[in-house]
């Protein structure tokens, strides 16, 4: 097990110093700085020290996502550090982990998750108008294979290129220049970032399902770091935990990733958690969604277990949660991706992987 260092406060004091590795960018520091905030309020004797690092996904801006290759685009070098004992735990975007962690770590939080929904975001000259009634032809940016196969089916009069970057650099690729009519960007980050006046339109999930893990944060830690999981267990939000985790099954049991598009909308209600899964071809001109339900009415009871690595769900350790629901929710995304699959999305994922790679 290891722990932070000790260190004498201004009182003379020792409290312990806890290293919490991020991404450099704005919007991965404003996260980090959110979980820092609230691990203060609960730990007022642990001091955070918060640790920026550079990720391949960071530094690699001139090629699409989808055509680089790496599953652990923006979360590896993190990973590193942590395998190293320079941090005791990393705070990612859920939907930057791949479902299936290296070994020895898992997500030991998963907090309320922010608005999951993508956003647009016009360029200044189009303010006013939708999706729907920008002029043909119109160029929208995405990076996300995802987004761009639904909303090509929905609105076939609009084009869609790549653009990479972060939130600032897409959103000065938008203003500064006349190459997009407008840009989809996740509307979690631009609240989180206080652009929430950029946003001109919400994309519901008949224009556009979101990423599997979208819009909540997730702590990874060592697996073993029983003192380090017991902090952060406090921070999970059942609710977010038990649609993730649905999604994420969901996710790995298809063998998809951002090379390939596949999205996913989640829900709970009356103690039944709603999974609505599809898998798309590039153009969108393909695609299998289904929906399906499970109770999860034990959700809110405590569940026994204790801190074992057997006990993830698709990366997730969440022990004060009824491992029942978890177990219900992983079944659920297993076998809503199982019925996929036997209606041939291995197919068109296949083909869609296959004509990404040559593109």
């Not at 599953?71 to 320079?86: I, P, Y």
């Not at 005791?88 to 898992?106: I, M």
């Not at 599997?212 to 939000?237: F, P, T």
């Not at 993730?244 to 709970?268: D, K, M, N, W, Y």
Request: with cysteine; proline share 3%.
């Amino acid at each position: 097990m290891s722990v932070g260092a000790s260190s004498p406060d201004g009182n003379g004091q020792v409290s312990r110093v806890i290293r919490i590795g991020t991404r450099q960018s704005q919007l991965a520091r404003i996260q980090t700085d959110s979980v820092a905030d609230k691990l203060k309020e609960l730990y007022s004797d642990v001091r955070l020290e918060i640790i920026g690092m550079t990720t391949t996904g960071d530094k690699i801006l001139d090629t699409a996502l989808s055509k680089i290759g790496e599953k652990s685009l923006f979360t590896k070098e993190l990973e590193n550090a942590l395998e190293r004992n320079e941090v005791d735990l990393v705070v990612h975007s859920l939907k930057d982990l791949p479902t299936t962690l290296p070994p020895g770590f898992t997500i030991g939080a998963v907090l309320k998750r922010e608005n999951p929904h993508d956003a647009v975001v016009l360029h200044p000259k189009h303010k006013g108008k939708t999706l729907e009634t920008l002029p043909e032809n119109s160029v929208i940016g995405t990076s996300s294979l995802r987004r761009a196969a639904q909303l090509k089916k929905r609105f076939p009069h609009l084009d869609f290129k790549d653009i990479r970057g972060n939130l600032n650099t897409r959103l000065r690729k938008l203003d500064e220049k006349d190459d997009f009519a407008a840009i989809i960007l996740a509307a979690a980050g631009l609240k989180r970032m206080g652009w929430e006046n950029r946003i001109s339109q919400i994309l519901d999930p008949e224009d556009c399902m979101y990423a599997v893990g979208q819009g909540a944060l997730a702590i990874e830690v060592r697996a073993r770091d029983e003192d380090i999981l017991e902090m952060v267990s406090v921070l999970h939000d059942p609710d977010t935990v038990l649609r993730c985790i649905a999604e994420r099954a969901f996710l790995r049991q298809l063998e998809g990733g951002c090379s390939v598009p596949v999205a996913v909308h989640t829900q709970v209600k009356d103690s039944q958690l709603h999974l609505t899964g599809a898998v798309y071809s590039l153009d969108g001109s393909d695609s299998l969604k289904e929906t399906m339900q499970t109770s999860i009415s034990a959700a809110a009871q405590k569940s026994p277990e204790g801190v074992d690595e057997l006990l993830q769900r698709v990366g997730v350790t969440a022990s004060k949660i009824s491992g029942e629901a978890q177990d219900r929710a992983e079944r659920l995304g297993i076998d809503l991706a199982d019925l996929l699959l036997s209606k041939g999305a291995k197919e068109i994922l296949t083909v869609a992987r296959k004509l990404n790679d040559a593109r």
